[in-house]
């Protein structure tokens, strides 16, 4: 989900604040360790990984409440003063749009499928803008291309890799910039030697876009690695197997002055180290399914993880 990508978690929509604009923040280090504000923007993935945060936070010991932005251009110039201190970021996204910032928009990518070397170069645009980028995670939120069971059956489908050898041409639901963006359309022809029909600008993960897919109008759909409503239209996603997409791996930014403590750092932490791809889904799907609070699935599975006391 790097700048160049179809990217369905940059903090670009119109954002409606969680909590006021007007929070204040306690100095850190006094008595109950302060407040640490949480920056979160208005999609479930971004609300159920700030209450994450908050639940951690608050278990070390802060004050911790969320914060929701207008857009990424507003997010991360707050980040950078403090008005927010801490957000759950995507390392790819986040580095290509420092990149972008700092060297313009026809800057030489830095992020890649390497999410060592993705991190790495985040870390070397966020420090001078005094942004501390820490360890990242096993939890990735990434471009996934899905077809249905049967679809998957018939053609023995596991892989894009299968999807390409099968010389099945395929339609794909998704966003129009899917046709012209390298981690979608251009990038499975190259990579994989999928054969295209078009697009169905259809959107990307929508529900019309799996509908569509799911009755036999299209035969493959842009979703994400987090989407956890496959199943329910009998979809599954084939495996990115020579790893077309880049390294978007959840990791928290700080502002390094307000909230670079080691004890903030440990609580993230902990809460990094256990998070899955399949863990978040499962969240999301709560949320957008089950229609529960953000909160209230953050709060029992810290819970049942240890995380936090019951």
Known sequence: MAGAAVTVVALTAGLTACGGDSLEKDSKGSGDKGKLVVGSARFTEQKVLAELYVGV???????????????????????????????PE???TLAEFLNLGK????????ASNDVDATVAALKKLAEPRGLKVLP????????AFAVTKEYAKKHKLKTLSDLGESGE?????????????????????????????????????????????????DQVVLTTTTDATLDSFGLVALEDDKKLQNADNILPVVNAKEAGD????????????????????????????????????????????GLIKK
């Open 103 to 110: 060297n313009g928009p026809k800057a030489k990518p830095v």
């Open 262 to 305: 080691k004890e903030i750092a440990e609580a993230l932490g902990k809460l990094t180290k256990t998070l899955t791809t399949e863990d978040l889904a499962e969240l999301d799907r709560k949320v957008d399914v089950e229609r529960q609070k953000e909160a209230d699935v953050a709060r029992e599975y810290l819970e049942s993880k």
């Open 169 to 217: 041409k395929v339609k794909i639901a998704a966003s129009d910039e899917c046709e012209t963006r390298p981690f979608c359309a251009p990038g499975l022809k190259k990579k994989y030697g999928i054969d295209i029909a078009g697009i169905d600008p259809k959107g990307v993960g929508t529900t019309q876009s799996k509908q569509a897919v799911k009755n036999g109008t």
């Open 90 to 92: 995507y390392a790819a």
């Open 136 to 143: 990242v995670g096993e939890a990735v939120d990434q471009n």
């Open 57 to 87: 936070l608050e278990e070390a010991g802060y004050d911790a409440e969320v914060k929701t932005v207008q857009n990424r251009e507003v997010y991360e110039p707050e980040l950078k003063k403090g008005s927010i201190d801490v957000a």
